[in-house]
Structure formats: C-alpha cells, structure tokens
C-alpha cells in the first residue's frame, strides 16, 4: 500500500491514505482517473490518426506512429464478445480499417503501389501492407538520388579523373592566371611579358650582344656541319 500511496503525487495520495487495502486504492484510483471507455477519449485518437500522414516522416517513422496511436485506442476501447467468431470478426475488420488508415496517409508519389495493395484480394494485412511500402521507399532511395547528388558525384569524378578541368569548363575561368601581368592561359615562367617571346632579342642587349648569344647559341650545328664534311 505504502508502494502505491509514495508513486503518487503528494496532492493526490493524502485522499488514499486512509484506505485499508491495496485493491481499494486500485478501485479508487481507477473510477476516478482511467478513461477506458471515454468515448471522447476515444475521439480524439481518431482524430489523431486521420490528421496523421507520412509529409516528410520515413515511412517506418509514419508507421510507428500510427501504430502508437492504434494501441491507445485499443487500450482505451471497448469490446466484447461472445465467441470465437466474433474475435475472427472483429479481428478481420480491424485489420482492414487500419490498413486503409496506413494507404490514406502516404504522398501521393505512393499512388501506384496503394492501388496495387487495395486491387489485392484478399486485402493484405497491415504488416504485409507496410512490408510492400517500405520495400518500394527503399527501392527509390538506391535508384534516384537528387539532381544535387548527381551533379555533385558526375563532377566529383571528372575532377579526380582530368586534374579538375570539368570544373573550370562550368566556372567559366581558365585553368592558369600569370601573377606578373595578370593575363589568362600562362603562367609567371612563361610570361613573354616579363621573359621576351621566344627567340627575340632580350631586353637590354645590344646588337653586338645579341650577334654573338645567337652564334654561341649555334656553334654546336656549324661544328656538326663541319665534321661531317
């Protein structure tokens, strides 16, 4: 008794203390507080499972919940019956209001396979039903990836395969920008600007200078010539 009276709130226990046995404070406790059998408790789960629908949950997460809210209702519900046939009854229609509860819930992008499970005779049963769905959702999670996804993985690839180049093509830069004169397409070491086109006179050599850079330059061909005469 001590158990029960101390798991309670402190407002709420001082109106049990006096009660002499265990199943009293139960019977108390029960007819004051349970809600088995409210009808408006009832309801609202009702309503709960109606406003309830799969948006941007998983299906596992939309289904779970559902399956919450169909165990509070089972809890808080009534129903007798009077023999086997009855539980077989019942049992069967259950299953197939909250299989329609489940379809009438997904995206519409679940449009073919809701058909497909409703056009089923006999009506499978709610675990079958999910197991379809779930099975379909993750046959489109491994064959579709977002645009963003594919772009991302399509220039992923081609920039370990060509040094980047798909990248620069899309960014509209060139590959190389000289740090001396501030043009595209070379770099500072080949820079004419700063190093003179190849085979014109150095800036700063005279004549003189640049007559005898271009004979050392070709000493080695006339002395070839010669030898070979």
């Known amino acids: 008794m001590s158990y029960l009276t101390s798991s309670m709130d402190p407002g709420i226990s001082r109106g049990y203390m006096l009660l002499d046995t265990a199943a009293a404070i139960w019977k108390t406790a029960e007819t004051t507080y349970s809600h088995v059998g409210s009808t408006a408790q009832r309801y609202e789960i009702r309503k709960k499972i109606r406003e309830t629908t799969l948006k941007e949950l998983s299906v596992s997460q939309y289904y779970l919940t559902l399956k919450a809210l ?29 299989v329609y509860d489940f379809l009438g819930g997904l995206n519409m992008d679940f449009d073919q396979i809701r058909a497909h499970i409703l056009s089923t005779d006999p009506l499978p049963s709610l675990e079958s039903a999910f197991s379809i769905v779930h099975s379909e959702d993750i046959r489109r999670s491994a064959m579709h990836q977002s645009p963003s996804q594919e772009r991302s993985a399509l220039y992923s690839g081609n920039t370990n395969q060509r040094g980047g180049s798909i990248d620069r093509i899309h960014s509209g830069k060139s590959p190389f920008i000289c740090d001396y004169c501030g043009k595209e397409r070379h770099t500072r070491e080949k820079c004419w600007k700063l190093h003179g086109r190849p085979g014109a006179p150095r800036k700063g050599l005279n004549k003189t200078e640049t007559a005898n850079q271009i004979t050392t330059e070709s000493c080695p061909t006339i002395l070839v010539f010669l030898l070979s005469n």
């Not at 209702?73 to 539980?87: N, P, V």
């Open 70 to 98: 169909w165990h509070e209702l089972d809890f808080y519900g009534k129903y007798t019956t009077a023999c086997s046939t009855d539980i077989t009854s019942y049992t069967s229609w259950e299953n197939e209001i909250r």
